[in-house]
């Protein structure tokens, strides 16, 4: 491209993997992309940190593999190499008294990602998330329904960062934009240290913050964004010496499990937490597995919505929630060598019946404001490949159709 366009600056706000790929989508038209993001870090939803020493997600474990947008996303920035199909992918029920294969139709299952929260989907939006793939691409039964990468998905946001700024892009992290308006040229953008100005801007932000950057250019969409609402869960990881589970069937026969809403927990107090899925992260993950060969390692979450106050329950209590549950649907004994909590406060959208005309009236609204554009898990669908072509279709409306 050549010409005032391909020169253009613009700025992306919120570095988790809808704004990443956004950037990255803009990068490769010949925009100049500075990333904001509020946190210490990248990637959103995608996280990987250690456990007992071993590399492990927290967040989101898989790239949905029938769809494109994420696993071509990762081969592009260079993990191609690293992209695993788990090694087991049935995923048992959990009906209260034992675990029993999903029906059938309902393929592979993605225990401790975020369709285990279809519970607080509309059934538009569940089968939008679930079902949603390529003209031409394979039906759910012709193979796994993710893939990971070596080491942990949360590498594929750093990879994508490495990339923006390979092509000239700025990445800052600890820098909340803190207000937006529109000039006569384009737009700025003010954070605590200073004024950016550019000729387009993509909120990749939570719906909140999206809320309060369009308020004044875009009232209406401004009240429309703050009724989305968002919910909130808990992922346990746990180590176990692998001696410990030898011999329990469920651990070699799945790669985890779900639990529906409605299941019985016999024995269980009122008021305290109850798990909703598991996944058995070194049945699932051959590079678990090689790189801990005397540890099972495991996770479990926990929060649906309506029942997010035991999320703050303390870290001891829900692990031994999710000690409580997985005792009664595998048999399990033993005492973890190491756990970790890690809380995603307000971590998921919610998608009731009527979230796609909300959102049809949030973009109508900002229709209006050349080159703003929205996008992210809010909007679009919660899976990782959502949430890439999401930002892919930001960047490239921003861009322009000759891009």
Known sequence: MSGPAAAGHVIVIGGGVAGLAAAHRLGATGRRVTVLESTARLGGKLHTGDIAGVPVDFGTEGLPAQRPEAVDLARAVGLGDRLRFPAVTPVALWSGDALRPLPRGHGTGTPGDPAALADTLSPAGTLRTARRRQPGAAPPS????VMGLDGGAGALADAVAGAVRAAGGQVFLRTPAL?????????EVRTAAR??????????????????LVAAAAPAAAAELCEI???STAVVTMA?????????????????FLVPPAAGRPGRAPGTASIKAAAFMTAKWGWVAG?????????????????EESLYLDD???VGASLHDLRAATGLAARPVAAQVTRWIGGLPRYPVGHRARVARIRGALGGLPGLEICG???????VADCVASGRSAAERIAGPEN
Request: overall charge negative; hydrophobic content about 45%; glycine content about 16%.
């Open 240 to 256: 176990f010496r692998r001696r410990e589970v030898a011999g329990l069937a469920a651990f070699g026969d799945w790669s985890g």
């Open 377 to 383: 898990a809010a909007y679009d669908g919660v899976g």
């Open 291 to 307: 790189r801990a060969p005397d540890l099972f390692v495991l996770r479990t979450s926990l929060g649906r919505y309506g029942q």
């Open 195 to 212: 004024t950016l100005g550019c000729d387009g801007v993509v909120i990749a932000a939570p719906a909140w913050t999206a809320s309060t």
């Open 229 to 231: 609402g968002y919910v």
């Open 142 to 145: 012709a193979g796994p329904a």
């Open 179 to 187: 207000a937006l308006t529109r000039t006569a040229d384009g737009w």
């Open 316 to 318: 001891d209590d829900l």
